[in-house]
């Protein structure tokens, strides 16, 4: 794991560097496998949509683990791939695993995409999985992308959908909940007029959202599921009584039992494929 640094943050960020550079972003470094698992299905159509070329310079939004930053750069064979995150944790590994893997033309930097001054117009590609939801202020973050997009340049995202069309996200919500409030708050960039409007306002053209529904994996049985997803959203239980969290873990491996497939368990998901260019 590689140390932190001083990441210089917009402060509309400074929680979510808190969360990512914190105990977030060690047990999402910890469970890299797993989460590249759980989308896996979602590989093909993410990166048809980027249509990366040989010759391209990619970025890559809120890069984690640096799984999609090390496909890109596979792609790019004779470009490069640039993956930026907040989490050192996740960035120390995929360092790691970029030199495992032998990716040469790959890098990985802890910045904030928000407010990082990146060069102008210096990507061919802008790519993110799940990491542009998260931006304080998301105006302010897509506009500095697409200024370190070229003319012509393209914008590909995956975002969820809202949240009912989401079975695993509601499940384990309510679940979690033990009968509190649970909570309700939506997405980002779920919603798609909202998320045209506000990647056209940022300079971007052309954008257009695809609906993609896919499985999401979470183990290879209720054991290994129930373990994964307890240690993701725990957390939540730490002021009930002991009967109440112990009738929360059997009402969640009876939920993973009715997921069980003979490929392991898995929960419906939808997705938002978001694509767009810079004029």
Same mark, same amino acid.
């Given at each position: 794991?590689?140390?932190?640094?001083?990441?210089?943050?917009?402060?509309?960020?400074?929680?979510?560097?808190?969360?990512?550079?914190?105990?977030?972003?060690?047990?999402?470094?910890?469970?890299?496998?797993?989460?590249?698992?759980?989308?896996?299905?979602?590989?093909?159509?993410?990166?048809?949509?980027?249509?990366?070329?040989?010759?391209?310079?990619?970025?890559?939004?809120?890069?984690?683990?640096?799984?999609?930053?090390?496909?890109?750069?596979?792609?790019?064979?004779?470009?490069?791939?640039?993956?930026?995150?907040?989490?050192?944790?996740?960035?120390?590994?995929?360092?790691?695993?970029?030199?495992?893997?032998?990716? /040469?033309?790959?890098?990985?930097?802890?910045?904030?995409?928000?407010?990082? /001054?990146?060069?102008?117009?210096?990507?061919?590609?802008?790519?993110?999985?799940?990491?542009?939801?998260?931006?304080?202020?998301?105006?302010?973050?897509?506009?500095?992308?697409?200024?370190?997009?070229?003319?012509?340049?393209?914008?590909?995202?995956?975002?969820?959908? /809202?949240?009912?069309?989401?079975?695993?996200?509601?499940?384990?919500?309510?679940?979690?909940?033990?009968?509190?409030?649970?909570?309700?708050?939506?997405?980002?960039?779920?919603?798609?007029?909202?998320?045209?409007?506000?990647?056209?306002?940022?300079?971007?053209?052309?954008?257009?959202?695809?609906?993609?529904?896919?499985?999401?994996?979470?183990?290879?049985?209720?054991?290994?599921?129930?373990?994964?997803?307890?240690?993701?959203?725990?957390?939540?239980?730490?002021?009930?009584?002991?009967?109440?969290?112990?009738?929360?873990?059997?009402?969640?491996?009876?939920?993973?039992?009715?997921?069980?497939?003979?490929?392991?368990?898995?929960?419906?998901?939808?997705?938002?494929?978001?694509?767009?260019?810079?004029?």
């Amino acid at each position: 794991m590689s140390e932190s640094i001083a990441v210089c943050v917009d402060p509309s960020n400074e929680q979510m560097l808190k969360a990512w550079d914190g105990e977030d972003g060690a047990l999402w470094a910890k469970r890299a496998q797993r989460i590249n698992d759980g989308v896996a299905a979602y590989r093909e159509a993410f990166f048809a949509a980027a249509g990366i070329q040989s010759t391209d310079r990619v970025l890559d939004v809120g890069c984690g683990a640096g799984q999609t930053t090390r496909d890109a750069a596979r792609q790019a064979t004779d470009g490069s791939a640039l993956g930026v995150d907040l989490s050192s944790a996740m960035l120390g590994l995929a360092r790691r695993l970029a030199d495992e893997e032998r990716v /040469p033309n790959v890098a990985f930097k802890q910045v904030d995409a928000q407010v990082h /001054p990146f060069p102008e117009a210096d990507f061919d590609v802008v790519i993110s999985r799940h990491g542009s939801m998260f931006f304080g202020t998301p105006l302010t973050a897509f506009t500095n992308l697409a200024r370190a997009t070229r003319p012509g340049g393209r914008l590909v995202l995956l975002t969820w959908q /809202p949240l009912r069309l989401n079975e695993w996200i509601t499940t384990f919500r309510t679940i979690f909940a033990a009968g509190r409030e649970v909570p309700s708050s939506n997405l980002a960039l779920s919603d798609p007029l909202e998320t045209e409007q506000l990647l056209t306002s940022a300079g971007y053209t052309d954008v257009e959202l695809t609906a993609v529904n896919k499985p999401m994996y979470f183990g290879r049985d209720v054991d290994d599921a129930a373990e994964f997803i307890v240690e993701q959203h725990g957390g939540r239980l730490g002021d009930l009584a002991e009967a109440t969290r112990a009738k929360v873990i059997e009402d969640l491996r009876a939920d993973l039992a009715e997921h069980q497939t003979g490929r392991g368990v898995f929960y419906d998901s939808a997705a938002w494929l978001v694509e767009a260019r810079r004029p």
